[in-house]
Antibody, heavy 115, light 112 residues
Framework: EVQLVESGGGLVQPGGSLRLSCAASGFNFSNYWMTWVRQAPGKGLEYVASIQQDGSEKYYVDSVKGRFTISRDNAKNSLYLQVSSLRAEDTAVYYC????????WGQGTLVTVSS | DVVMTQSPLSLPVTLGQSASISCRSSQSLVHSDGNTYLNWFQQRPGQSPRRLIYKVSNRDSGVPDRFSGSGSGTDFTLQISRVEAEDVGVYYCMQGTHWPPTFGGGTKVEIK
């Protein structure tokens, strides 16, 4: 059974940083593109970033370029999102998902940016 | 970015009746590889999204055949036949043809 479990969210001040993690199991992690999608409270879904199987290609939505970094450790079956220079508008539940087309999702981890 | 426009915003449905959700894109979703990367997701209250349909009309494993997708180019539809109580939630379309992938604003399905 495919499982994705996010962690690392929390309350952070504007300008601060966090490292989000996603532990994957139930599939061959190293064979799949992985993706982060976020959802602001009461709002819709926004694609954030994707990473190729070996980490050599990474794509970001414009609103997070230069502030967020997606990475992965295939030996640990883990996906990461380093979020920095955080703004109030980055407050959201952050989901990791498998593939560009998000066939499986985790339960999400909440990031709240507030002073 | 490709803008995905869903309608209606809210869809009250009687149990056992059909529901139809429209999704229109600001440009064609036909990829250079010939595929059309249009997906549909369901998000039940308090839950993570779940993919229902990929590449316009392919149902994911475990998705009831009451759900069907259709369309081409810039105009797509998700049909739910014989709506059940468990279908309540918000439905999103998403295009994966052009970077960045973009989602529609969502359609809230509720029972009358």
């Amino acid at each position: 059974e495919v499982q994705l479990v996010e962690s690392g969210g929390g309350l952070v001040q504007p300008g601060g940083s966090l490292r989000l993690s996603c532990a994957a199991s139930g599939f061959n992690f190293s064979n799949y593109w992985m993706t982060w999608v976020r959802q602001a409270p009461g709002k819709g879904l926004e694609y954030v970033a994707s990473i190729q199987q070996d980490g050599s290609e990474k794509y970001y939505v414009d609103s997070v370029k230069g502030r967020f970094t997606i990475s992965r450790d295939n030996a640990k079956n883990s996906l990461y999102l380093q979020v920095s220079s955080l703004r109030a508008e980055d407050t959201a539940v952050y989901y990791c998902a498998r593939l560009f087309t998000c066939d499986y999702w985790g339960q999400g981890t909440l990031v709240t940016v507030s002073s | 970015d490709v803008v995905m426009t869903q309608s209606p915003l809210s869809l009250p449905v009687t149990l056992g009746q059909s529901a139809s959700i429209s999704c229109r894109s600001s440009q064609s979703l036909v990829h250079s590889d010939g595929n059309t990367y249009l997906n549909w997701f369901q998000q039940r209250p308090g839950q993570s999204p779940r993919r229902l349909i990929y590449k316009v009309s392919n149902r994911d494993s475990g998705v009831p055949d009451r759900f069907s997708g259709s369309g081409s180019g810039t105009d797509f539809t998700l049909q739910i036949s014989r709506v059940e109580a468990e279908d309540v939630g918000v439905y999103y379309c998403m295009q994966g043809t052009h970077w960045p992938p973009t989602f529609g604003g969502g359609t809230k399905v509720e029972i009358k």
